[in-house]
C-alpha cells in the first residue's frame, strides 16, 4: 500500500494537465500587441506568435546576431584556449631542449 501512495504523490507533483508548456498566443512576442480577433498570426521557431511579418523577420534578425556573436566568442575562447596550449608546449620544448 506505501508504493501506491508513493505513486500518488509523484503523479499529483507533475504538471497539471490543463496547463500546456507551449507559449500562449495572446501576445506578439516582440511588440506584445494583442494576438486573435482574426488576424494572422506569424511563427516562428515552431511556437513563437508575432502580430506582423516585421516584428518576425525583426526577431529573427536578433536572433541571427546573437547567433553571430556567440559563435565568435566561441571562437574565441578556442583560440585562446589553443594559444595558451601551444605557449604551453613551446616552452615544454624548450625544457627538454636545453635539458638534453
Known amino acids: 500500500m506505501a508504493s501506491s ?4 504523490g509523484f503523479f499529483f507533483d507533475a504538471e497539471p494537465l490543463c496547463k500546456s508548456s507551449a507559449p500562449a498566443l495572446d501576445a506578439c512576442a516582440l511588440c506584445a500587441k494583442p494576438l486573435g480577433g482574426g488576424i494572422d498570426i506569424f511563427m ?13 523577420c525583426e526577431q529573427m534578425q ?27 608546449q613551446h616552452q615544454e620544448s624548450k625544457k627538454v631542449s636545453v635539458a638534453s
Open 5 to 8: 501512495a508513493a505513486c500518488a
Open 44 to 56: 516562428y521557431r515552431g511556437d513563437t506568435p508575432f502580430c506582423s511579418e516585421e516584428c518576425r
Open 62 to 88: 536578433i536572433d541571427a546576431v546573437r547567433a553571430r556573436r556567440a559563435a565568435g566568442r566561441r571562437q574565441q575562447q578556442h583560440s585562446s584556449s589553443g594559444a595558451e596550449s601551444a605557449r604551453g
